[in-house]
């Protein structure tokens, strides 16, 4: 699928991977809508074709209203990246006592239920796209983790929400099938945006170390550079995708 002259959103564009996956698809001549919390938005640089939209995922009308102004570009809104997330680590039992289910919930609320309030609104807009030829009409790119499949401790709750994101993968491609619709989900491994900025340098350095190639963390911009990869790819589809040095982690 073209990029040139479509319309896509990208949710967490105000940073990280978000917001090297705005930038990529803003270079390859898309009207990019990137979706973040204000306070993201803030410390978001001006780019050329990345316009800000303040929406929290969670959010059934501020992500319409989002999607709306998506759709109103001009252009056809062909793509949507989920990338808004948020990585906060408890145990089940610890000295502090045991696992807030406010927090718990509060993770699958934007991780898992966020990506599909976005996926589902965003789909519903695309579908009333004029399709090109081969009836293609759109992807729609979600994010999970490494950690949907090996969880460390103190990942319970992130475990737990990215093991959705993977799941609704391949029903959601399935349902969304005869719209035209592709849906394809990234389980990052450990990439070096701001969710690490908490993390010593020692212990960045062990994570890179665990590596076993290339030994270092990932870029934001080759998670960008795979996104790009599936939007040109009309034959990926129903796929989670592990971009990750092929890192398997210690618990
Ligand atoms: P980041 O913190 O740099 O970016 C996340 C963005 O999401 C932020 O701009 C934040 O404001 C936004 N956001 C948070 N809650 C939101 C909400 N309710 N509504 C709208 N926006 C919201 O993090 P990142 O590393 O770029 O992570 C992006 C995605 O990749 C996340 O889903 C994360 O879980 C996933 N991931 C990251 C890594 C990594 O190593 N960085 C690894 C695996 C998966």
Redo the contacts with the bound molecule.
Sequence with gaps: MRILDTAAIV?????????ATAKALADKGARVFA???P??IEKAPQVDGITYVA????DGDQVLAAVEQAAAAGVPLRTVV??????PSARILSKKGRHDLGLFRKVVE??LI?TFNVMTLAAEAIAKTEPLEDGARGVVIN?????AFDGQIGQVA?SAS?GGVAGMTLPSARDLASQGIRVMTI??????????ATVSEDFRAGLAAGVPFPKR??R?DE?AQLAIDIVEHDYLNGEVIRLDGSLRMAP
Excluded at 11 to 19: K, V, Y
Excluded at 55 to 58: C, E, H, K, L, P
Excluded at 187 to 196: H, K, R, S, Y
């Design positions: 949710t967490g564009g105000a940073s990280g991977l978000g917001g979706l973040d919390l306070a993201g929406a929290d995922v969670t989920n990338c808004a997330g948020i990585g934007i991780n966020g994010t999970a983790s490494v950690a992130y990215k389980a990052p491994g450990i990439i070096d945006t701001p969710m690490l963390l990932g934001p998670y």
